[in-house]
């Protein structure tokens, strides 16, 4: 039972669930989990009254109100069939209800379910609705004329990467068998006869209940769903509760221009829908409102929308690609299918014109078309086949709105099409060369059927139009079907010198667009009709026309004399264009109007800054486009085009009156905030790209970062009777590239601080008061990392005594050092999310009530997220959601700390994430306080075999602090030395380098030093896990890292694995890394190779290594691969392939 938030405890007979009113009324509205029949009255304001009866898979389940009233809560019983029902009350009470028999309360079945394979029931006894759905479903838009006739199961629908048919069936008016009922506009799914009925999630009355209360019956059927119900323009009319995740997107800047964008509604309501990386967009332009499709976790491929503008398919590429159809009316996702293409995903689709059929195609070396009915909840197409290579990468698909068992595919050499039906799918490739009509043909683009016969067009790279037509005699319908479908090239037409870019067929008229910008009408003959272009208008990627006339519908049209009559129907059809350079038009037919609707960024977006006092965001993108924008009021305030380069990061001064710029080409530019003008010249004294810049603190200093591995300062000082900036000095600091810059404050003095981090794992803090002109003076030189490589840096807040620098790593750890010793203070486990963290940021904070109260926002390489601060490894004080999946370049926070803003660089993307803390705080509190999040982490939890063998060695540990075999009196204890870390460590498998074990004996031992002045000489078990933990490799030991380190270290054998020589070796851990003496060595390989002396007691120090080199000979081979390393030297279990290639 899937309810969000329920506090939920299990015993052998019954389960109880207690939830809020609100949260019920969030349940059914969004239609999930009632599933049969309902009756009894929602109040959402206070109370419940009434009874709530339904089935949930085989659990059957009451909704009560509380009996002693006020409305302070509802009650679930959950139990199984047959078996009596207990509701637990607010006091404490509880009330046996004894079971009903099949004649007793209506709508609910005793009878124990037959389930399907799916999980769904098979039948069901519900309340008959007094008004046959079907009749009242006829004539509502969306749905098809045979909807009501044929058979078909419901819609499963997109929860988290799972199904849940008999949710999605709920929303889309379905019982739990499987049957769907109408009322209003619906998804064009084949539908049974109803037999049952649903209220209305919205009111949540039933039939009677809403005659007595409101004396208002609207006619429609009580199993009004969100589908069901909503209308064009609906999106936008309700008042839509706030997502209760810590991070919820709120706006989004750019667009995917490789794929269409098109118009849901026109006039009064201009509404577009687009594609942002992962996420597609509805937008109402002239509201000034956006309304986001997430269900994505791939960046979106490929889309298609229905005639009627109501179902939207979108498809993806990368793992665990999905196909998603989308109700654009309610925003609800009606259908998912997994895995429809699990190789590459998919690179086109297409929708049919009676929006019952999908056709895809993969995006594979080898493509694998398919056609889906994705109104049947089958997981498999109803056909499918392979293409083959030579035909090019087919990218374009489209139906034949005459016929939805024909459509057509094109690559840029070959056009492919296809028939399908009973006899499975089947395809004809004509040939097309230049030599065919001794005419050049050139790259094909998109691919149209003719309105009114039989004929199939080809839009041409050389401005032609191909014409394709049935071989043979024409056959019917019903013959055809049943034979391989064969078209030829009969014409090649010339209709313009550029290059064709989109072809469409709008009512009785082709449609083409070029590179130029102009959008001309043919009619059937391909006869010029009228010709629409403008000089700002660049290469054309798509056409879509608005779906009804304007006002008024008779208005002439202002064009060029080849123009049609005002009677046709296109005239008066306004459209969008959208070009390849990242620009969106609005037409107005009736005026030959070109209205700019939004201009993006053309290239990858890669700079982002925050205004520090003012609701403002600077963008910047590698085509040189500035732009400053109001993120209050979502517009636009001020822009510059920079020509010369791109813009690859951004930085405002602490005072918000300047705005630094660094480019590709190594400039930088300081300007003013506003007006975006220059303030001074610009300076070039980067030796590559800029890829970091910030300002100090005062606005005196301005240090930049290149790609070269150099940092530049700047110095602002006083010429000429006013300020200015000049070039002070740089220098090569790393020899690896340079992960962040960051300015400080001396603690000591107001004296701002400069530090730079590199991959190169050296922290560099510079002495800016000692540099000159052309000197860069180094402070300190420190190595933060001995294995891990350092990804980022900030100042960790004042949360103690003692002041921090926190750092990243990319082995998901974190790190705090002492801001003037550089001495790691702790090592923490930081969020794992599936990469490290590629930059973090403190969150901005008005909160004046708990100023100790601090939060962390962080990038992963496709993730933003939120950490509550202090850091202690609990990862439930973390939370991360997929915002670029082709990665993210920056971040950025509002100085309220309200907004975290994400630029997703190549998809051209920026994103607006409203930020809310008290999600993030619930969801800490529900992972358990104190140690109880640690021992989850355990293997097993609290409970588990690996915590009680954790027990044993802490305890054993006490007794060896102790002595073995004393005979003193012990002293009982919870705490071991700090001496006693590493036996412990490596005894439960965690074997951490000499310096790594100084790390958490330090981290231990000066814990409370600041404070006390007294080191800690011991530690306790809860403290020792949490070390542990922490400190731990996040995803422990794999055979891949010794594996990689013996692809360093090694040599091919003549078996061509990588070998070290057995010399190599020993001289390798004597000479390399952390050295082992001689003895430490022989004393290490005899204990793992099980040859110590028998009775050598439990001492480490008694061993005599005589005879060690021999041992070596005898049990170590001369050749070491890493599955004899791992296997038979360090005794570790190994899977079944590595076994089989050590014994090879």
């Not at 195609?361 to 392979?386: F, L």
């Amino acid at each position: 039972m899937p309810v969000p938030g329920a506090a939920f405890r299990q015993s052998e007979r019954e389960s109880v669930l207690s939830w809020s009113n609100r949260g019920c009324v969030g349940l059914l509205a969004l239609g999930r989990s009632v599933t049969g029949a309902e009756k009894g009255l929602w109040d959402q304001s206070s109370s419940f009254t009434g009874v709530l009866s339904f089935h949930c898979a085989k659990f059957q389940v009451v909704v009560q109100p509380n009996p002693a009233g006020g409305g302070g809560g509802v009650f679930l019983s959950i139990s199984l069939p047959q078996l009596p029902r207990r509701t637990v009350r607010m006091d404490g009470s509880s009330e046996v209800i004894p079971e009903e028999t099949t004649g007793g309360r209506t709508g609910v079945s005793s009878e124990p379910m037959e389930m399907s394979q799916d999980g769904q029931t098979a039948q069901e006894t519900a309340v008959l609705p007094k008004q046959d759905p079907l009749a009242a479903a006829k004539g509502k838009e969306g749905l098809p004329e045979d909807a009501a006739k044929e058979k078909a199961g419901t819609l499963p629908s997109t929860w988290a990467g799972r199904q849940d048919t008999t949710a999605l069936g709920t929303a889309l008016g379905a019982d739990t068998a499987g049957t769907t009922h109408l009322d209003g506009a619906g998804p064009p799914s084949a539908l049974p006869e109803p037999r049952g009925a649903v209220s209305s999630p919205r009111s949540g009355y039933g039939e009677q209940e809403m005659q007595q209360r409101s004396g208002e019956d609207d006619g429609r059927n009580s199993s009004a769903s969100l589908v069901w119900a909503a209308t064009p323009g609906t999106l936008f009319q309700e008042d839509r509760q706030a997502c209760l995740h810590p991070l919820n997107l709120s706006w989004v800047l750019g667009y995917n221009s490789s794929l269409a964008v098109h118009s849901l509604m026109d006039g009064k309501d201009r509404v577009l829908l687009y594609v942002s990386s992962h996420t597609v967009v509805i937008h109402d332009v002239l509201g000034n409102r956006q309304y986001h499709l997430q269900g994505h976790t791939n960046v979106i491929s490929c889309l298609c929308v229905s005639e009627d503008r109501r179902w939207v398919a979108t498809a993806d590429r990368g793992p665990d690609a999905l196909i998603i159809v989308w109700d654009s009316f309610s925003g609800v996702p009606v259908r998912t299918i997994f895995g429809s293409h699990p190789e590459d995903g998919i690179n086109a689709i297409a929708i049919s014109q009676d929006a019952k059929y999908l056709a895809t195609i993969s995006a594979g070396t080898v493509q694998r078309v398919c056609v889906w009915k994705w109104t049947s909840p089958t997981e498999k197409p109803m056909c499918s086949t392979e293409l083959r290579p030579e035909f090019g990468y087919q990218d374009y698909v489209i139906f034949n709105p005459q016929n939805p068992y024909e459509f057509v595919s094109n690559s840029k050499t070959q056009v492919i099409f296809y028939l399908w039906g009973d006899a499975g799918l089947q395809y004809g490739a004509p040939f097309l060369s230049s030599q065919t009509f001794n005419s050049m043909v050139g790259h094909f683009s998109q691919s149209v059927f003719h309105f009114n016969n039989s004929q199939a067009l080809t839009g041409t790279s050389a401005g032609k139009l191909v014409v394709w037509d049935v071989v043979g005699p024409r056959t019917p319908s019903k013959e055809l079907r049943a034979k391989p479908h064969s078209m030829k090239a009969t014409k090649l037409v010339p209709v313009q010198k550029d290059s064709l870019t989109v072809l469409k067929v709008f009512e009785s008229c082709i449609v083409t667009g070029d590179v130029k910008g102009q959008v001309k009408f043919y009619d059937g003959q391909l006869q010029l009709l009228t010709c629409y272009s403008h000089s700002s208008v660049g290469p054309i990627q798509s056409i879509s026309f608005s779906k009804t006339p304007p006002d008024p519908p008779g208005a002439s049209l202002a064009c060029s004399d080849s123009c049609i009559a005002s009677s046709q129907p296109f005239v008066t059809r306004n459209f969008i264009l959208s070009t390849s350079d990242a620009t969106v038009l609005h037409v107005a037919t009736d005026r030959t109007n070109f209205e700019k609707v939004m201009e993006e960024a053309k290239k990858a977006v890669n700079a982002i800054s925050c205004h520090p006092r003012q609701a403002l965001v600077a963008v910047g993108s590698h085509c040189g486009l500035l732009k400053v924008w109001d993120y209050q009021q979502t517009k636009y305030l001020v822009s510059r085009i920079f020509t010369q380069a791109g813009i690859q990061c951004l930085s405002y001064d602490p005072e918000g009156y300047f705005l630094a710029a660094g480019f590709t080409d190594g400039s930088v530019y300081i300007l003013d905030a506003i007006s975006l003008q220059s303030s001074c010249k610009e300076f070039k004294f980067s030796r590559g790209p800029v890829t970091h810049i910030s300002f100090s603190h005062n606005s005196e200093y301005l240090a930049t970062a290149d790609e070269k591995y150099s940092v530049t300062v700047y110095k602002r000082v006083l010429q000429n009777g006013s300020r200015c900036w000049e070039h002070l000095a740089g220098l090569h600091s790393h020899y690896k590239p340079i992960r962040s810059i960051l300015f400080g404050v001396q603690l000591d003095s107001n004296e701002p601080r400069l530090l730079s981090l590199g991959e190169d794992r050296q922290l560099v803090e510079y002495d800016l008061n000692s540099s000159s002109k052309d000197r860069l003076v180094i402070l300190h030189r420190d190595r933060v990392e001995q294995i891990a490589v350092p990804l980022c840096l900030a100042w960790y807040p004042q949360l103690s005594t003692e002041s921090f620098i926190l750092t990243a790593n990319n082995c998901y750890k974190m790190k705090l050092y002492n801001t003037t010793t550089k001495m790691c203070r702790k090592t923490l486990l930081g969020p794992t999310y599936g990469s490290p963290l590629e930059k973090i940021q403190i969150l901005p904070t008005t909160n004046t009530t708990d100023p100790q109260k601090c939060y962390l926002a962080y990038i992963t390489k496709d993730k933003v997220g939120l950490q509550i601060l202090p850091v202690d490894g609990n990862p439930h004080k973390s939370s991360a959601f997929i915002c670029h999946p082709d990665g993210v370049s920056d971040l950025a926070s509002s100085y309220d700390g309200c907004y975290v803003f994400t630029v997703g660089g190549n998809d051209c993307t920026v994103m607006k994430w409203e930020v809310n803390l008290n999600a993030l705080d619930a969801a800490a509190s529900l992972g358990g306080e104190g140690l109880i999040p640690f021992y989850n982490l355990l293997d097993g939890g609290r409970e588990g075999e690996f915590f009680r063998e954790l027990e044993d060695y802490f305890y054993y540990a006490q007794l060896r602090s102790h002595g073995i075999d004393t005979l003193e009196t012990r002293q009982v204890s919870t705490h071991i030395p700090l001496e006693e870390i590493p036996s412990v460590m490596r005894a439960m498998g965690f074997y951490p380098s000499e310096e790594k074990i100084e790390e958490m004996i330090n981290e231990v031992k000066f814990s409370k030093y600041v404070d006390t002045g007294e080191q800690v000489t011991t530690i306790n078990l809860g403290d020792f896990i949490k070390l542990y933990v922490n400190h731990r490799p996040a995803f422990g030991l794999s055979m891949k890292d010794i594996q990689r380190a013996f692809q360093v270290l090694g040599y091919d054998n003549e078996n061509g694995d990588k070998v070290i020589d057995r010399g190599d070796l020993l001289l390798l851990l004597q000479c390399r890394g952390e050295h082992m003496t001689e003895d430490e060595l022989a004393q290490c390989l005899t204990t793992l190779l099980g040859k110590r002396p028998a009775g050598g007691g439990s001492e480490p120090d008694t061993y005599d290594p005589s005879g060690a080199a021999a041992l070596t000979e005898e049990e170590i081979p001369e050749e070491i691969t890493a599955e004899i390393f791992a296997a038979d030297i360090l005794g570790l279990p190994i899977a079944e392939p590595e076994k089989n290639r050590k014994k090879r």
